[in-house]
């Protein structure tokens, strides 16, 4: 059962530039959370979606930054016109289903944004 | 709001050391906790969790207690090797703050051979 997949692992973007990261959930889990660590900090919730459901965006900053998460295929992050503050790790994870504490959320290896 | 608050790093020892990370938490109703682990460049990996009052977590040799009354979730280790270095997130799931993991900063830990 592959893991969490996140892809690219590695992007470079120039300022102004759109960022598209992807992130297929585990085999069965149909949701999926977004993570973004900046250097040297630990990770902060961004967004949390269902399939075709946005479910809770609170960490997500108001402009620039989308997130989606179609009925077939990858979740989709995306950032237009980065700056260089965008630069970071963003992680994805998934679970089978929420409303349970027990849950567990599987990650992902990660994309790693630099914003030149 | 729920918290997560970790000793900072970076945390520095030798091999066969015994190893503590503290961990102490902030939330509303009754939260589950974990440790991840992040090897260098990789993603974050379940270390152990526990999901109710004195309930112990432990794997690869690391135990933490889930501990109500001091609201703490320490991260131990009776022997440590090299191959332990890596930075360690204490982290809560649940009360207040729903379905989202709630991290703290991160422990970097390193083990001289």
């Known amino acids: 059962n592959a893991g969490v997949m996140q892809n690219p692992r590695h992007l470079v973007r120039r300022r102004g530039q759109e960022a598209r990261l992807r992130c297929s959930p585990m085999?069965?889990?149909?949701?999926v959370y977004w993570y973004r660590q900046l250097p040297e900090e630990g990770l902060k919730f961004m967004v949390y979606?269902?399939?075709?459901?946005?479910?809770?965006e609170s960490g997500m900053p108001k402009e620039r930054f989308s997130a989606e998460f179609p009925k077939e295929g990858p979740s989709i992050l995306r950032i237009q016109q980065v700056v260089r503050g965008d630069s970071a790790a963003y992680f994805c994870?998934?679970?089978?289903?929420?409303?349970?504490?027990?849950?567990?959320?599987?990650f992902g290896p990660g994309t790693r944004l630099l914003v030149l | 709001g729920n918290s997560v608050t970790q000793m900072e790093g970076p945390v520095t020892l030798s091999e066969e050391a015994f190893l503590t990370i503290n961990c102490t938490y902030t939330?509303?109703?009754?939260?589950?906790l974990f440790w991840y682990v992040q090897y260098p460049g990789e993603g974050l990996q379940l270390l152990l969790k526990?999901?109710?009052?004195?309930d112990k977590g432990s794997n690869k040799g690391f135990e933490a207690t889930y501990r109500k009354e001091t609201t703490s979730f320490h991260l131990e280790k009776g022997s440590v090797q090299v191959s332990d270095s890596a930075v360690y997130f204490c982290?809560?799931?649940?009360?207040?703050?729903?379905?989202?993991?709630?991290f703290g900063s991160g422990t970097r830990l390193s083990i001289r051979p």
């Open positions: 994870a998934s679970s089978p289903r929420a409303g349970e504490l027990q849950e567990t959320q599987y």
């Open positions: 085999k069965g889990h149909s949701h």
């Open positions: 979606l269902q399939k075709e459901n946005i479910i809770d």
């Open positions: 939330a509303t109703g009754y939260p589950s």
């Open positions: 526990a999901t109710k009052a004195d």
């Open positions: 982290a809560l799931r649940g009360g207040s703050s729903a379905s989202k993991i709630i």
